[in-house]
């Protein structure tokens, strides 16, 4: 009955029914380019007339099953196989009695949180909190104290944004908002220094840039506990990111080996 309900919520999570159909990006999701002017100007009027302009994009398994793509409308971007992953984590947390709560850093539209917080409840493991950490505004510009993200544009793609609201909603919708959950609103530079995490048996940092990538290891990876996995999204999906992990494991000299998920996400299991 459980396995049913992980493996539907998953497939719901990731919109997996839009696989080899055509998704729908409303133009203001995807485009912000001001040589697009007129195009918005159309939009805004065909809006005030119920209607919206918008790019389709046939959704491809590969592309989905392996969070590759950024979908139109799915909570989570990280796909079938990172979810499945998440499970044998929290299983081994719950066998091998590892402490400490679960955090997301970069949580977007919650799909990858609200995964976790099943898989809590159904683990047991209700007393651990959930905690997510985002800005709710997107990613931030790069900013000189960090060389490796200068060419990075992220923080100009619309569709990165979520906001709070949209998240609660989200956990709502599907029956996994209640009080075991904790929001860490704002900038990582302002929010993760306030140590206001004290353990951690799983810690998943999917917020792309070095920047973000090296202030959540920075500030979080010394709460985590041993046995607890620290979970890289996009550690092959940006060459910023792998380069602040391998930074931070040569300063730290983490010798854990990184294990790989899938095409873009690694992991490791901190040393017992
Ligand atoms: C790729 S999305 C996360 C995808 C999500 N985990 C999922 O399940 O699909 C990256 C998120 O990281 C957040 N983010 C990146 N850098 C950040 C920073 N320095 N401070 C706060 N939020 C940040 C963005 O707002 C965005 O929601």
Redesign the pocket.
């Known amino acids: 009955m459980e396995s049913n309900y992980l493996e539907l919520l998953k497939k719901m999570?990731i919109d997996y029914d839009q696989i080899g159909k055509e998704e729908y990006h409303p133009l203001t999701q995807v485009d912000r380019q001001p040589r697009n002017a007129l195009l918005f100007l159309l939009d805004k009027w065909l809006r005030s007339r119920n209607y919206t302009i918008c790019k389709t994009k046939k959704v491809l398994a590969d592309q989905r099953l392996n969070?590759l793509d950024?979908?139109a409308r799915?909570?989570?971007?990280?796909g079938y196989h990172r979810l499945t992953h998440l499970e044998q984590c929290v299983h081994r947390i719950r066998v091998d009695k590892i402490a400490g709560d679960v955090l997301?850093?970069?949580?977007?539209?919650?799909?990858?949180?609200?995964?976790l917080k099943a898989l809590l409840k159904v683990n047991g493991l209700t007393h651990k909190t959930l905690w997510m950490?985002?800005?709710?505004?997107?990613?931030?510009r790069p900013t000189k104290d960090y060389p490796h993200d200068h060419k990075v544009r992220?923080h100009r793609h619309p569709i990165?944004?979520?906001t709070r609201e949209e998240v609660e909603a989200n956990f709502k919708a599907y029956g996994l908002w209640d009080d075991g959950i904790r929001i860490i609103e704002?900038?990582?530079?302002?929010?993760?220094p306030k140590n206001i995490v004290e353990k951690l048996s799983l810690l998943?940092l999917?917020?792309?840039?070095y920047?973000?990538t090296h202030?959540g290891l920075q500030h979080l990876y010394p709460k985590l506990q041993a046995g607890g996995f620290v979970i890289i999204?996009?550690y092959h999906a940006f060459q910023f990111c792998k380069q602040a992990v391998d930074d931070y494991r040569t300063t730290h000299a983490i010798q854990e080996p990184l294990i790989k998920i899938d095409t873009e996400a690694v992991f490791w299991r901190k040393r017992a």
Do not use: C, H, N
């Open positions: 999570l969070g950024w979908p799915a909570k989570t971007m990280i997301e850093a970069g949580v977007w539209r919650g799909g990858a949180s609200m995964y950490a985002d800005s709710f505004q997107g990613l931030p992220l990165l944004k979520a704002g900038w990582f530079e302002d929010t993760l998943r999917d917020a792309d840039l920047e973000s202030l999204d996009d």
